[in-house]
């Protein structure tokens, strides 16, 4: 059975991965900051999912201390880690001139250190066994500034930057590295927004292309995925 540990996975984007995952045959690991929803979610997905292994922590992955807790919760849960999928993330929109005090450092603690920090507590583990696959969730806007990106899209860009140096250093370990990089899709985010569904991406497409790329051979990799709704961004 093959192990999966996915941040974030308390709803959206997260949450459809790992039950794509699950749904293949993955034990998984997830952790979300709301304590309520994680454990919601995990409690359902052992009633649909019984003989996966299910391991849930609540944390905010801002936090070192945080970090370092889930880290060691997989570590002595999972004899490896197959599949890494760094999702944690949140958006605040905002220009760089007025937003407010304090904005980038939050972008950069939640969206870029979360996804540095894990990455470096697990990879020990996976470069003993010489396999694994991380899958860094990035943006559209890692690729392209664009209105109102402000802080965040600084730390998008950012994190894909992290997972292009991360793929070249761990090539010699045949470990490997994909950046997503998704334009609008689907998510609790979006709700109240006003924006149809049908016009956005839905987060199953998002979790059946991590599928697909991790399923390539052994001597194959995705460096980045870029997927956008058919009708263009917003």
Known sequence: MPYAVITGASQGMGKVIAEKLLHEGFSVAVCARNLEKLSGVARQWQIDFP????????ADLSKKED?????????????????LVNNAGTY?????????DGLLETMIGTN???AYWLTRRLLPAMQRMSSGHIFN????????????????SISKYALLGFSENLREELR??????????PGATFTPSWD?????????MESADIA???FSAWQLSPQANVDTIVMRPVKGDL
């Open 51 to 58: 003989a996966n292994k299910i391991v849930a922590c609540r």
């Open 67 to 83: 970090v370092a807790v889930f880290a060691d919760m997989v570590l002595a849960e999972f004899p490896v880690v197959d599949v």
């Open 92 to 100: 605040l929109p905002g220009n760089l001139a007025d937003e407010p």
């Open 112 to 114: 870029l250190y979360s």
């Open 137 to 152: 969730m990035c943006s559209v806007a890692s690729l392209k500034a664009y209105p109102n990106g402000g802080a965040y």
């Open 172 to 181: 010699t370990h045949a470990i490997k590295v994909t950046s997503i990089c």
């Open 192 to 200: 109240g927004s006003g924006v149809e569904p049908a016009r956005i």
């Open 208 to 210: 059946s292309m991590l």
